[in-house]
């Protein structure tokens, strides 16, 4: 029998899921109410999110949530990282928030590596030096949309940006915040000499809670399962949440959280700033209860997603099942990528960026369906043997074993691949990793499961898991080595 249920809000990039999580004591059940697409588009001249389309999306998925059986105690949301929305005085948004796609995030992280420096970025931070960072779009438009600052009282993550229209709250959930590269994560309060240093004002970055906080009422017209629901922030960062929900078996299993990225790494007590991480671009990202997440992002699915646009708007329209089918009739190794190149991160004809790519290091460039999907899966791959190999230097501990969540988790080509590039034993699932540990904390916040290892049991005994094992094969582990070193060598050059 069910004890407790809440809802949880989960957004990814390309879609969105409002799902309710049940606990009976001993499994969790998530059922998904309502799913739904989304697309960013161009408007006054910058990539943004179409969040009015979210929220309606949001507010019809709580409807169904209502009028599903209850209670449904809480309801908490989580997103991607990095992007932000800006209230004015009166808590209204200043405009819609911007895409960390845009390509004035490559142009301003250029700039403040030549003003402040790398060193100086990585250090203040413990955060990798990415486009994507919120403090290289906000550095974009303190020089260039000053309007949007000029109008703005407040900096809302995205996730608490949808916290605020629930509830009117105005607080930033910890673990989104982290992402931001403007927070300290050795201390957890804001970078504000850094934010000086770049002339953005401090006075925007709001007050911070930690994951688990009932921040008020859930407002509007519930009066079903939802009468008298409550609003409690999970790790409104959709990486921590998943990582929460992720079962690990011991400290030194690598994650990784498989959807539009790959957030690849292991969790530690604490950040880890030192030269070894600073020159491995390892970053620190805030977790719940404590934990810090030593990670690195890769390009992920991101890639397969845009060819897949591509393929369409050329006329062929292909399932991901049928690209996974055709990848894994092509020869493997053929040409690699990095996949973190620049060039891949903003929307567009990634297919012909990849052949280009290809072509520009003397390798074949991959023509049909199945060689660009093959290219981008071997590459996956190799980025996270390339990360394993980077944990294994920072912390000196090589991970044991590797643990995938998300909906990469469910691709079996690349799955198994992951196995043979690591040379580590594979295990995959949940899919739905990130609701169920938006939902966990809720209920941990509502005095139902009691912190990580707990929950971990729980997830691990509510969950199908699929293995696999790295082959043994000295051809195979010999053509992972050699393009491994093509692979070292391509990111260099980058
Ligand atoms: C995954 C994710 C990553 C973050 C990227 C951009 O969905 O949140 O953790 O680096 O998206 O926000």
């Known amino acids: 029998a069910v004890r407790r249920r809440v809802a949880a809000v989960d957004l990814g990039a390309e879609s969105g899921r409002v799902a309710v999580v049940a606990y009976d004591g001993q499994r969790l059940h998530l059922e998904v109410a309502h799913r739904f697409t989304h697309v960013p588009s161009v408007r006054d001249g910058l990539l943004r999110w179409d969040l009015d389309h979210i929220w309606a999306e949001v507010q019809r998925g709580l409807a169904l949530v209502d009028a599903g059986p209850g209670p449904v105690d809480s309801v908490g949301v989580d997103a991607w990282g990095v992007d932000y929305g800006l209230l004015d005085a009166d808590g209204t948004l200043v405009d819609t928030p911007t895409c960390y796609r845009d390509e004035r995030n490559v142009a301003t992280m250029r700039s403040a590596l030549r003003t402040v420096g790398a060193a100086r970025l990585y250090d203040a931070s413990g955060v990798q030096i990415i486009p994507i960072n919120t403090l290289f779009s906000l550095l974009s438009d303190v020089r260039d949309h000053a309007a949007r600052i000029d109008a703005a009282r407040t900096l809302l993550m995205l996730p608490d940006v949808v916290h605020h229209l629930l509830s009117g709250s105005t607080v930033t959930e910890f673990t989104a915040a982290s992402t931001t590269a403007a927070m300290d994560m050795r201390t957890g309060r804001w970078a504000t ?61 690598l994650f990784i959280s498989s959807g539009t990225w790959s957030l690849v790494g292991v969790e530690v007590p604490e950040a880890v700033v030192s030269a070894a991480s600073r020159e491995a671009n390892l970053t620190n990202e805030g977790g719940y209860a404590g934990t810090v997440r030593l990670l690195s992002n890769v390009m992920g699915l991101w890639l397969l997603q845009s060819c897949r646009r591509q393929w369409a708007a050329e006329g062929h329209d292909l399932s991901y099942q049928e690209i996974a089918d055709l ?168």
């Open 193 to 253: 000499d850094l934010l000086d240093e770049l002339g953005i004002p401090a006075r925007l970055m709001p007050e911070v809670v930690p994951p688990g906080t009932d921040v008020g009422p859930l407002l509007g017209d519930f009066t079903g399962a939802l009468a008298g629901a409550r609003v409690v922030v999970p790790p409104a960062h959709d990486t921590a949440s998943a990582v929460v929900a992720t079962p690990l078996a011991g400290p030194h299993e």
């Open 327 to 494: 990848a894994a009739a092509e020869p493997g190794l053929r040409s690699v990528v990095n996949p973190d190149a620049d060039e891949f991160l903003a929307p567009g004809d990634l297919p012909g960026r990849i052949r280009d790519y290809c072509a520009r290091s003397g390798q074949p460039a991959p023509e049909g369906v199945g060689a660009v999907a093959r290219c981008v899966i071997d590459s996956l791959a190799l980025g996270y043997r390339g990360v394993a190999a980077s944990i294994a230097e920072v912390t000196g501990q090589a991970p044991t074993a590797v643990v995938v969540t998300g909906g990469g988790s469910s691709h079996r080509l690349l799955s198994q691949l992951t196995a043979d590039a690591t040379g580590l034993p594979v295990r995959c699932g949940p899919v739905e990793a990130t609701a169920l540990g938006n939902g966990a904390v809720q209920l941990a916040a509502l005095g139902e499961l009691d912190g990580l290892p707990e929950i971990r049991r729980v997830v691990a005994a509510s969950t199908e898991i699929v293995g696999y094992e790295p082959s043994t094969d000295a051809a195979t582990r010999d053509a992972w080595a050699t393009a491994a070193a093509t692979f070292a060598r391509l990111r260099r050059r980058d």
